[in-house]
């Protein structure tokens, strides 16, 4: 006989790893937000998802932009990717308090960070309400890695990233 009981269904499924996806409004602002909602959804063509509560401050900014980016966070930068997640852009600015560094994407209007060792830049291509959060639906356009996670043929060696 099982000793199983029944579990809390929220975030039975964890997701594999936490990200900060990188956006900019219409207006020229940046911003950056942790999710916990991420993953691949398709590989022909490459796309990945980001659930996005839409009460969050980035949500109208990837919502009418059509873009942004997921960039993976190692250990180094847990420190960031904590304050990032716990504190609103509402509230002032975040970026700036925590010097996080910004370069500009190649294909898409978003920042990438240049802290983090992967940035995945996305179009979105469709979006799908579930509930608590809008999954962002994004077509990958330009995938940036630090060389030395990278095998011979241009992939990327996630083992070598210490993942939070």
Same mark, same amino acid.
């Given at each position: 006989m =099982? ?7 929220? =975030?039975?499924?964890? $997701?594999?790893?936490?990200? *900060? !996806? @990188?956006?900019? @409004? +219409?207006?020229?602002?940046?911003? /950056? *937000?942790?999710?916990?909602?991420? %993953? ?9 998802? /980001? %659930?996005? /509560? ?8 990837? &919502?009418? @932009? %059509?873009t942004?980016?997921?960039? +993976?966070?190692? &250990?180094?930068?847990?420190? !960031?990717f904590?304050? +990032?997640?716990s504190?609103?852009?509402r509230?002032g600015?975040? *970026?700036e308090?925590?010097?996080?560094? *910004?370069?500009?994407g190649? #294909?898409?209007n ?6 983090? $060792?992967?940035?995945?830049?996305? &179009? ?5 309400? #579930? ?8 077509k ?14 241009? #992939?990327?060696?996630?083992s070598?990233?210490?993942? +939070?």
């Amino acid at each position: 006989m =099982s000793l199983k009981k029944e579990a809390a269904k929220k =975030s039975a499924l964890q $997701p594999v790893a936490k990200v *900060l !996806v @990188s956006c900019r @409004s +219409l207006e020229g602002e940046d911003n /950056v *937000l942790a999710v916990g909602y991420c %993953g691949n959804c398709s590989y022909d063509p490459p796309m990945v998802m /980001v %659930g996005i /509560v839409p009460s969050r401050y980035s949500y109208k900014m990837i &919502k009418e @932009s %059509g873009t942004f980016v997921v960039n +993976l966070v190692d &250990k180094d930068y847990k420190e !960031v990717f904590d304050y +990032l997640g716990s504190n609103s852009k509402r509230d002032g600015n975040k *970026l700036e308090k925590m010097n996080v560094k *910004l370069e500009e994407g190649k #294909t898409v209007n978003a920042p990438i960070l240049s802290d983090c $060792p992967v940035n995945i830049e996305c &179009k979105v291509v469709n979006s799908i309400k #579930t509930g608590s959060h809008e999954m962002f639906i994004g077509k990958i356009e330009y995938v940036h890695a630090k060389e030395n996670i990278m095998n011979e043929d241009n #992939t990327i060696d996630f083992s070598k990233i210490s993942f +939070l």
